[in-house]
């Protein structure tokens, strides 16, 4: 082994050769000559030929299935790009004794700034006020009727108080808002240091007035956010999802707003992705949304790829790096071994 050997999934790149997403600096790769790194072609699920001889894969958007792994058994790391990872069959990583990372580093701020963003359009009613102006005289005469609310006292709620839900309330702080949360996983040493009060799911509904959701999705929050738990908000609040469209029944979100159930809504999530042009949503001047997208910007990539860049130094040093999915790879043998292969040849 000369070289440690690093696969990118193609999707990296464009049709015409030229990065997808110049953000993501792959300089720190380039420098280090004990590396050597590739683009793979990638399309659907990526499989073992596409990756023989390789020690660790970036990878965007195409699947991994037991079929994505060599028989050289050299892989040792998929670093995803990004927090999700329902493309990526986890047990058949730990099968092959490969450790899958996200990078929860590169996402918390640049995610939870989207909410607080959403936070401050809707309650500054920045998008009726942008409409109002541009109509001229007739449109400005008009804008007493889109007051805003103002933050202080009032209450922001979260539904998740995780890596990107404790961040939010960390940027709240000066706002002077009152902050709770329901999380039953939620380790109340954090929240109380973020000074966020704890709350039952029904209490959460009932008091926030402004509720972002931060929350996983899986079985257990699917449509957590129902018909019946709108119905507990205040016609004042406002609702923000920037977590996964499912967790929200968009069907009894839309009645809730078409009927002036609750004031307003941030999304930038939604329950089929791309949202079809059609979607009623789309009609409703008290909505904000976006493309699941809200929160790219150059800081948001570069972070997302700098973590990635940083597991695969890791690993190559025989470190165990941050952000692993399945942590169990931890205590296999096998695993432990690649990485002591790896740190006897090219150091700690
Ligand atoms: N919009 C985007 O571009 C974007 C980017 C990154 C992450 N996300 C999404 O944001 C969400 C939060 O991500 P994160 O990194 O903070 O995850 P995290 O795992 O760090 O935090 C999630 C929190 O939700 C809690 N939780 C689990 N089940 C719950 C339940 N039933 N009710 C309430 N809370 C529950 C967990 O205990 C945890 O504290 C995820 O859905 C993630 O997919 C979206």
Known sequence: MSK???ALSGDFKKPDGSPAFPDFDLSPLERDPAVEYRFIKANGVIQAADLEGFDALILLIPRIEPESFPK?????????????YDTVNVQACTDHDCALVITPDGVRRPVAVSIITFMLALTGKLFGKDRITRRGPEG???RSEHMGVGLVGRTFGSLGIGNI????FRLARPFDM???????YADPAVARDLGVRLVGLEELFAEADVLSVSCPLNEETRHIVNAERLALMKPTAYLIN???????????LTSALQQGQIAGAGLDVFEQEPSPVDNPLYRLDNVIVTPHALCWTDQCFAGIGAADVKAVFDVMHGRVPTGIVNREIVDRPAWREKLERFKATFGA
């Open 4 to 6: 440690f050997r690093v």
């Open 140 to 142: 400005w005469a008009r």
């Open 178 to 184: 009152k902050f709770i949360a329901h999380d039953p």
């Open 165 to 168: 839900g404790a961040e939010a």
């Open 72 to 84: 050289d058994g050299r892989l040792a790391l998929i670093a995803r790009f990004g927090v999700g």
């Open 242 to 252: 920037t977590s996964r469209g499912p967790v929200v029944d968009e069907a009894a």
